[in-house]
Structure formats: C-alpha cells, structure tokens
C-alpha cells in the first residue's frame, strides 16, 4: 500500500469527500432510543434488538439497521431522488421496524437525550472502535455514545465546485437555526443537551469546520485532528494529530479513510454532505428535518432566501442549544427560513410533505417554541451533562 503525502490528502479529500455531480439525492440516518413498556425504567438489551429484527426481516426499502453503545436502534436509508422518496421509503422501514418490536411491548422514542442513559448509562458495544472511543472521550464519551439520539440528513456535495462551495456555506449558516428549530434534549437548562455534549468532547473533531474552500477547510481540519486510535491492536489515543503522523510514520489512504470517519462536525463531507447537528424528533415529525433541509439546500430560490435568512444567526450555536426559538434572532431566522423551504417544496417535488411540515410549524416555529418545551426532562447531572450554571463553550 503507497503511503500517503501531503498532497494525497489533498487528492483525496478533493476526488471522494467532494466528489461533484447532478445533485437531487436525498438520505437520512434516524437513531432512535427503544423503550420496553412493561419495564421503562430499565435498558433494553441490544441482544434482544437484534433477535427481534432479525426475526423481522430486512426492511422493505432497504434502510440498513445498526445500533449504537447505548442500546440505540439506527436506521440509515438508502439515497433516494428526492426529499419525499426519502421519506416514503425511511417511513416504511420504520412502520416495519416498529410494527415488529410493538409485538414484543417495545417502542421507537424520538428524543434527542436519554435520561435513563444519562443516570446509569449502559455501555453495550464491546467493539474495538467504541472502546478506543471510550477511552480516548474519557467519561463524558458515555453520554454521547450511550444517551445521545441525531437525526441526520444526507444530501449531494453539488453540481460542480462552485456549487459545492455554495451548498457547503449554506449548510454551515443553517447549523444553529436547525439545532434550535429541532431541539428535543432538554436538561438543566438547556433545550439541545445533545448539541452540547457534542461540543465539548473534543473541539478538534466535533467543531464546525471553518472555511469557504471546502476542501482546504477539510483538509486543514482533519490534518489537525488528533488520530484517535490505531486499528492494529485497537490502540487508543496514539497522542499524534494526523499531519504528525505523515511526517513520523506510514499512514495509507486506508488509514486517512478511517481517520476520516472519527471526525464528528455538524457539517461532514462523505462524498455527500451530512448535517448532523438535529436532535432525534418524535414522531410524526421526523420528516419534517428532511424537508426543510432538502427544499432549502436544493431549491435555488429556496437556498438564496435561506442564505440571507441565516446569516444574522450564523454564529448563534450556543443561543440555539440553551434557548433554541426563544431567542429573538434565531426565532425570526427558523420562521423565514420554514416560508421558504414550504414555497420550495412542490417545486422539488415534494409536495406530499406540506402538511406535515405546516403542522410542525403551526405547532413550535411560529409559536417560537421546539419540542424540548413540550416535555422536559428531569435528569441529575451525570456522565457529559453540563448543569444549569455552565455556560456552553463556544468560540
């Protein structure tokens, strides 16, 4: 195997993580926390998951069914053109997975925080990726791995390296808004604990990406990005970032690959753009994250009034994940930019996904609520959960 030089990095970051074409497909990677009823105050085993579903069946539309340290079920579609063949095709898989567990008292929580997790977590995955994980994050890698639930949505890098570069930009000013618009994780004083706890493990891995250039941005970022294990002999936290380790040791394109895939921003180029700063939502809303994103990125007229829409609260990732809609700016933002994405949807055909959308709005974005208001949770500060008086910190 060649092993790699500044200027491969640069290759490949440039040929895979942004590999341009026709953009109009649509993913979506929906982590869900199971509840037993007859036991809701104790974890649901993953072994058990995993003798239901595969009882089940694979889901009809193909959706790969995974799970997380904690007992989270994840279920990762298949790209599909369009917004609302994404959601037909994810929303029959999770009728198939639901339907199954009902019949052993088992049911999908969309929230975006697990209290139980967060009081006694429950690490289930002995695999050689979540123990370095574990010990390179150190206890507040608990929470995140074991009580944390996203929803992410996945769509086309772009056109050709303008539009790319455009697409990228819209991404990252729309981070706060959908964090703040979607919020589900509230405790101790914050409406997206998730978002928080994200933020603090390890800034070099989990803040946004910072650059107009996408591929230097990138880059530069992963680079600079501590390695955070050798996969021979799962050896955690090597103590080296990855510009260290092309210029001491060997490290191949598989190893960049993999390095890759521990860097955890709200934006992360995998040869599409994934958007992973949304709180899991309950159901029936759980398409509507989809919509928005899709019909705002997607639709020209869409993206250009989202674009400005987003720009006064750019930089507001610590306002969303403690206020989300109550403050002013981020609320006047999340309204404008729920307008535009509604008017967009019939043009990129997805106009079966207006009603749900206008539900969701009527029912927290012009209220300026989210739906951590709706429910929050009581949970004691434990493993990664910041108490009332800390401040998020941001930069």
């Not at 009580?147 to 390296?161: F, K, M, P, R």
Request: glycine share 8%.
């Amino acid at each position: 195997m060649t092993h790699l030089t500044l200027d491969d990095v640069y290759e490949h970051i440039s040929g895979v993580c942004f590999k341009t074409g026709p953009p109009g497909q649509v993913g979506a990677e929906t982590e869900w926390f199971v509840v037993d009823h007859r036991a809701p105050d104790r974890h649901v085993r993953i072994d058990r998951l995993r003798t239901v579903m595969d009882a089940a069946g694979p889901p009809p539309a193909g959706s790969r069914i995974t799970y997380e340290p904690g007992g989270q079920l994840e279920l990762s579609s298949l790209p599909q053109r369009g917004a609302a063949a994404a959601c037909a095709a994810l929303g029959a898989d999770i009728a198939h997975v639901s339907g199954h567990l009902a019949k052993e008292g088992l049911e999908l929580a969309g929230r975006g925080i697990d209290p139980l997790n967060l009081r006694t977590p429950l690490f289930q995955l002995d695999e050689g990726r979540y123990r370095c994980m574990r010990v390179y994050f150190g206890e507040p890698g608990l929470a995140m791995m074991c009580a944390t639930a996203s929803l992410q949505v996945c769509l086309d890098i772009g056109a050709d390296e303008k539009d790319a570069a455009r697409r990228w930009r819209l991404a990252h000013a729309l981070g706060p808004v959908l964090v703040a618009a979607f919020a589900n994780s509230p405790t101790n004083g914050c409406r997206s604990t998730r978002q928080v706890i994200w933020e603090r493990l390890d800034r070099g891995r989990t803040a946004p990406v910072v650059g107009d250039d996408p591929v230097k941005a990138w880059a530069e970022y992963a680079l600079d990005a501590r390695v955070m294990l050798l996969r021979d002999g799962w050896v955690p936290d090597p103590g080296m970032t990855f510009r260290q380790w092309l210029t001491t040791g060997r490290p191949d394109v598989t190893d960049l690959a993999y390095h890759l895939t521990t860097l955890f921003p709200p934006v992360r180029p995998q040869g599409w753009l994934e958007l992973r700063m949304i709180d899991a939502v309950p159901e029936p809303y759980w398409p509507v994250p989809i919509a928005i994103v899709a019909a705002l990125i997607d639709d020209p007229l869409a993206a250009d009034l989202a674009a400005e829409a987003a720009e006064p609260a750019a930089d507001r990732w610590r306002e969303a994940a403690r206020d989300a809609l109550t403050d002013p700016l981020l609320a006047r933002a999340a309204r404008r930019c729920f307008e535009a994405a509604r008017d967009a949807l019939p043009r990129i055909g997805a106009e079966a996904l207006v009603p749900i959308v206008d539900a969701y709005a009527d029912r927290y974005v012009t209220r300026g609520r989210c739906p951590a208001d709706d429910d929050p949770l009581d949970v004691t500060p434990g493993a990664g959960v910041p108490a009332a008086k800390e401040e998020p910190r941001w930069t």
